[in-house]
């Protein structure tokens, strides 16, 4: 299968554009208009930028406003029409999108629609071209693509076909499913994005928030699996208007697209052999804006049927009528989809099965507090590297690597992080199938072989067997690792991410490592709105909370740059903070009398958890979080300890504000 | 009248919110509850701390989820409501803003929700407080103001008051002409916030969206007339929740706050003798979403008339029922409010006439750029200042003043702007009354005295008379100000905004220099989405076009930092095209091949555009736009040339992108 990309997804000028999709391993475009227009190239030799790098222009978009319309209108917009034949013919493509139209001059008129349309096919066929007609989701009159099929096959004519966009498909109420059932070689033209669920108007959803497919909630694989089954054998282009991405590094943007597609392609799973035209089990329909007051799924399977085919009319007659549609239910092809011939497998990811080491870069002026903060915290120093100068610190399953073989000297960083996978050349071997090759690690002869993959944050994630000797490598110190403060193993680790890399991040870890994303969170704090995403292991042996602003930090930003932590766990937060020497992070009195009203606490619990500076969260279901923080070290990195009770899968997001002003708190206190 | 804001409204711990509220001459505040939870001071030191800083704490908010729940719930709500009284009491404040109930726990019953608000009314008053209760717009069963009145009017409890929130009121479909008509001391407070018209879920709306009053496009004037009509005497107090106020500098934030105030009190016009209660002639209801199928206004006054106050039953009886509305309709007061006494009035704006000069700051290696381009552009070095390394560059009324007198090197800017007032002391008083106070010019003896006032992007901005002799601090070079290529005067001026200051520079334009905002518009850019909001006269003297970034610029970022401009106005673009010696930005085949597409222009007039690398566009009601650019002189600054058409009323914006990607072409091009 063929793999594009629209120039609308990366930032830059055309040229920019070109080289990321190339560099990236795409195999061909979709031109946006205004990449063209912007150019100084012709179209000619952006035909031939294109064949230089490999690419193919697979589509030309869009054209708009074109159907239903009145004479006169319809006369200059074939003119218009021809000149866009032009340069497509010098650009060497051959299939243009044309949207449903949104000008008010259009009617609501599906015969008239489709003899405009046949028009508009006969002039592409006289240059070799066709026409993949889209449905907008906020178009005029058609705006979900049963209705543009029903279109399509009243026009009947070989050079007409759709175009099936993934967003437009499934933030309308129409669900997929008869999808499969359209004639095959009539889907012209593919095009994938993902979304994540927004309760707002669709355009603007659709021109601000599309995601690559695995970013956001929509169900893609089984989208791409209806689309394929129509027989559609087109490359699989994605179209995704985003924001941040349009501002971002287009290299980057481009590889974490090629990432989606190919863990899209990897996911495509055989369909169920029931019939295609039950209604989609779940439909994001009622979340897009405006909702019509009542979305009847279509029960009408809408094929192109051999005795239909035969009442096809003549497209430019303005008699065009409807063709009858079948009554049989389409069931889905007998073999697997997933074994279809040119569909990519990736390794499987591997079972994780925990946190191995957290490693700090600290220098010489964040080392001594981050070695006065894991004393306090109960850890013990067990090794020396025997070549560099890197420390083992450890308590319980927790351990923790401070790195003073640093170049620049800064804040201490979470510059690496180990997890254990039953099968680590597995897991890398699915890394680099996704664009996220490993590097080895510096090492001297003798030392264990680590292997690391590089996160969008930069951080090197690296992958061992829980049977790795990499403790090997450091000489023991004599002190032994006791139970220290109760310290069990790492609950998770708190990763600020790039602004431009927030989405990239998600969907590095969801694909790379195989975990889950858990729901998103957005709260207000002190400096700014923030959002967070985490992603984790089924059995939650692995979580890294990623967390970014709403927006990008600006000239006023009293707040830690970019503040990473690890948080530990314990059986018994009481107990262990009693167990510490290290003073937690003061949290305020009003913070305490708050949580009594909300919960309806009883006064000695609070008592209790006021005593030892622990904050408190509840999800629905009733599972209760217990955690406390550390103040900031080495200017950038906190610890938390938690403890979960009752199946809380949360990560205490309410209280991340009380953290923060009190951190602010702090360091406006001891520094003054 | 007093001021107030509430603390959500600029960002920070609640130290700098105190601090900037303060500072920018608040007389008090809401304090939003969430700042107080993380804050290190008790409720007493809360208390006097704003004492100090001369600030009393008017409200204290929100309480959520209160009213018509279930027996159990109401015992629970009530208890965590006594907690807060303590709260309250500590901190010295005797309001409390109950919002309606957004719980699935609440049920849609007037009279249980009155009962129970009796019942915490009761509470309140044993403790010395009272109740505002305010309709979220999203409230579970109790969204509109009017249902929020006639709940309380059910409840008839002293101790029980409106809460009115401008954007949870305008924001819905229910007019709010009879807000004049409700029971004088019956609105225990009211909240100011603005918005502009947006198409989405009316909490996120809220959340993200609101603006301070005359940044959005609600009618706060005469919504804060209505309010004043029905006897409110409160505090005008601000609460606008939005993204970019949230991360900015507070104290700059509350200034934009308090000009915000200042305009509205002083816009608070008489209002009409006509009754209040016809519908308001334009709603924003309809674009509100969701929208109700139909949204019928109230058409009976609601009063609490002494008939029906006769008919109040006890509170906290069972049996409550509703007060039979008078049929009278209510005229408004006899008073013009505007005479009202508290409403403090400005010095009204006077007529500007005029650019009178832009002023451009330059260094060694700018400076010389930027003469060979007015030289280009048809400008002659006129005059040279008495005393300082400062050129007059003059063509028809264009005055260009280089600046060489600065202090750090770096990229060329437009460091000053002269518009002419027919009265610059009032100008000036005004801006003084709104918080942008002048200082005069750095001047020898004998020199004009000009005094300037600091626009948000830092820009000084010169106030003088069309008389002012200021060309005499310049010697005449001999050389005269000829005919040059055509350019008449300044048709706009182009300023990149800080990001966290753009809705803060368009109220400053517009409040300080009575400019009226143009149409907002926004553009997809090849390194990102752009947002341009131009300020103008009513004559079009003066126009200051405002750009900004829709996403702040990170770290891929090939454009040109913070472009500005300055744009010329010629009465024949092609004669000018062909008088200068500048050759223009090259312009893209691709542009006029499209341009030819678009607007059906006939082939020799496109021919002749793009000869002349000059750009073109239409509005709607068929005015054009001829314009052409220069590149990019002194890593920052550019020139325009503009031909404006049959009252041609916007700034081309359409074609900004193609300006990007050429200016980077040509920055490409020519650095290799």
Known sequence: MRRSIAT?????????KLTAAAAAGFDGIELFENDLVVSPWSPAEIRRRCADLGLTIDLYQPFRDFEAVPDELLKANLSRAERKFGVMAE?????????????PAAVDD????????????DRAAAHGMRIAYEALAWGRHVSTWDHSWRIVQRAGHPALGLCLDSFHVLSREVPPDDIAGITPGKIFFLQLADAPHLRMDVLQWSRHHRLFPGQGAFDLPRFLGLVLSAGYDGPLSL?????????????RTAVDAMRSLTLLEDRLAPLPAVPLTSPAPTSPAHLALPAPASAAPASTPLRDSPASAALRVSPASAALRVSPASAAPRVSPAVPLADRPGVRRLPPAPRLTGHAFTEFAVDGHSGP????????????????????????????ACRIVLNSAVTHPGPAAISAFAVTSENPPLSLARAEALSAPAHPNVREPGEAELAAITAPDGTSVFVTHPGDDWRSDFLPTGTASGPGAGLLTVDHLGLTQPFDHFDEAGLFYHSVLGLDHLPTEEYAAPYGLMRSRAVADPRRTVRVALTVALLRRGEWAPAVSDPQHVAFATADLIATAQALSLPPLPVPANYYADLAARFGLTDDFVATLREHGILYDRDPSGGELLHLYTPVFGGRVFFEITERRAGYDRFGEPNAPVRMAAQRHRRLTTTS
């Open 8 to 16: 609308v997804c990366v930032s830059g000028t055309l040229d920019d």
């Open 91 to 103: 650009l060497g493509t051959d299939t243009v999108l044309v949207c449903s139209s949104v000008s």
């Open 110 to 121: 599906d015969d008239l629609a489709a003899a405009h349309l046949s028009l508009l096919a």
């Open 239 to 251: 179209e995704v208007f985003n924001d941040i991405f349009r501002q971002s590094d287009p290299a």
């Open 369 to 396: 507090e981050l070695r006065t903060a894991l004393r306090g915290l109960g850890f013990a120093h067990t090794g020396q590297h025997r070549t560099k100068p890197v420390e083992l610190w450890e308590q319980g």
